[in-house]
């Protein structure tokens, strides 16, 4: 694969990388390390590898088929897509909600906004524009780019900040301190959540296919399978990479200590911000700042796209007589529509638990949890979708892969039937 190809070809995979490294990395990984040490991070490493076959079949299925997964939803019956609809509807709500409410904690620390308005109405409010407006006027081209250049500038400071905390060492535990336990009530509930959303929701698949016929259409240029799956990988096994960096940093920079991860948005941002300027130094706070909060801003921009198309597919197949990919709605009508119903879905539950004690805490762990639950239905029609008959033989995934599918399925049925056991039980 020479450069030239590979520049054509560069877009998608990076899209997704930015989308997970957002709340999965800053968030929970951070979490993760702060609260455990290193304790989960089995969870993680398993949790990257085992989902990872059902995010590159919608890569693959899309440059195979020149069409979103989507579609293969449908071929496999009309249940199928109706069910993909519901899954969608049940969860991109709180998904954005989550997204968007870190992302404001980390608009507000910022700019100081806290200083001028209420963080519910006004921050958000801002953000969400901001958002709308990038996709409706700037569209593909805008989201592209603008996930290129932040994404590498986070992923420099973040490799920087690794090294410099490995340099340094652990931080000395204070005397009186004591772990937390992964396999009590609210050590169990985090470990599912944490993997629900590591590296991202499952169901995010369709979204890879989606951006990769984007990207088709966009450069003009049709790359090979080889090509799709070398810049997908790359930007997972980036993603995968930067989740345990975020992991140590939490793990060497706080547990331990007599400090905690804030509950707040704002606050929690914060606390992120320091850990980068504790091992680079007080001079690199707004450039990390800066950093942060354009990563978030890229992922909640991603997340709106995402859902927003798959939304628009999925609605054309249902409702629209199923209208190919290369004609789409022209004047975007549907995919606008799509988007004002998200902003305004997400904006609401914002509101709702912005207010609440533990409101950011429990927005995003009831996002990570959803995800996590109906991941086994879509890890399962994703396999079958690149194993079926009609799918070209020479483009199936060979038996390493296969195997790592059934796997993965298994694991991921298995620890939600778990979860819902464990639910079940604590309500009853």
């Not at 998608?12 to 929970?28: C, E, K, M, N, R």
Request: glycine residues 8%; contains cysteine.
């Amino acid at each position: 694969m020479n450069l030239r190809s590979f520049i054509k070809t560069l877009g998608p995979g990076i899209l997704f990388a930015s989308t997970a490294i957002g709340v999965s990395h800053l968030v929970q990984s951070t979490r993760a390390g702060a609260n455990f040490g290193f304790a989960l991070l089995w969870a993680i490493v398993i949790a990257n590898l085992l989902k990872y076959p059902f995010f590159e079949y919608g890569s693959r299925y899309a440059n195979v088929k020149g069409k979103s997964i989507i579609d293969g939803y449908l071929s496999i019956g009309k249940w199928m897509l109706i069910l993909y609809f519901c899954i969608t509807l049940g969860s991109m709500f709180f998904v954005t909600a989550a997204v968007g409410f870190v992302t404001a904690g980390f608009m507000e620390n910022l700019f100081g906004l806290d200083r001028f308005f209420d963080f519910n109405l006004a921050t958000t409010s801002i953000l969400f524009s901001l958002c709308f407006i990038v996709l409706v006027i700037g569209k593909y081209n805008t989201l592209d780019l603008l996930i290129k250049v932040i994404g590498g500038l986070l992923l420099f400071s973040t490799v920087i900040a690794f090294f410099l905390t490995l340099a340094h060492g652990p931080i000395e535990k204070v005397d009186s301190f004591t772990s937390e336990g992964i396999w009590t009530t609210a050590g169990f509930a985090f470990l599912i959540a944490l993997m629900g959303w590591m590296p991202t929701a499952v169901d995010l698949s369709a979204w890879n296919s989606l951006w990769t016929i984007e990207r088709i259409k966009q450069s003009g240029y049709k790359p090979s399978l080889k090509e799709t799956l070398f810049e997908f990988n790359l930007a997972y096994a980036i993603s995968a990479a930067l989740s345990i960096c975020f992991l140590t940093l939490g793990a060497f920079l706080i547990f331990g200590s007599a400090t905690s991860m804030p509950e707040g948005s704002a606050s929690f941002a914060n606390k992120v911000i320091e850990l980068y300027t504790h091992t680079i130094g007080n001079w690199s706070y707004f450039i990390i700042a800066i950093a942060a909060f354009s990563i978030m801003l890229g992922t909640s921009i991603g997340v709106f796209d995402g859902y927003s198309r798959a939304l628009e597919r999925t609605s054309q197949l249902l409702f629209f007589g199923g209208k190919s990919e290369n004609k789409r709605i022209k004047d975007r009508r549907l995919y606008i529509i799509s988007l004002l119903v998200i902003v305004a879905g997400s904006y609401w539950i914002i509101s709702y638990f912005a207010d609440k004690p533990k409101g950011f805490k429990s927005l995003v762990d009831i996002a990570t949890t959803i995800s996590f639950l109906i991941s086994p239905i879509i890890a399962f029609v994703n396999f079958r979708l690149v194993m079926n008959k009609d799918f070209e033989k020479e483009a199936r995934p060979g038996k390493r892969m296969i195997i790592l599918s059934w796997i993965g399925i298994i694991f991921l049925t298995i620890f939600s039937l778990i979860y819902l056991i464990f639910l079940l039980n604590k309500f009853v």
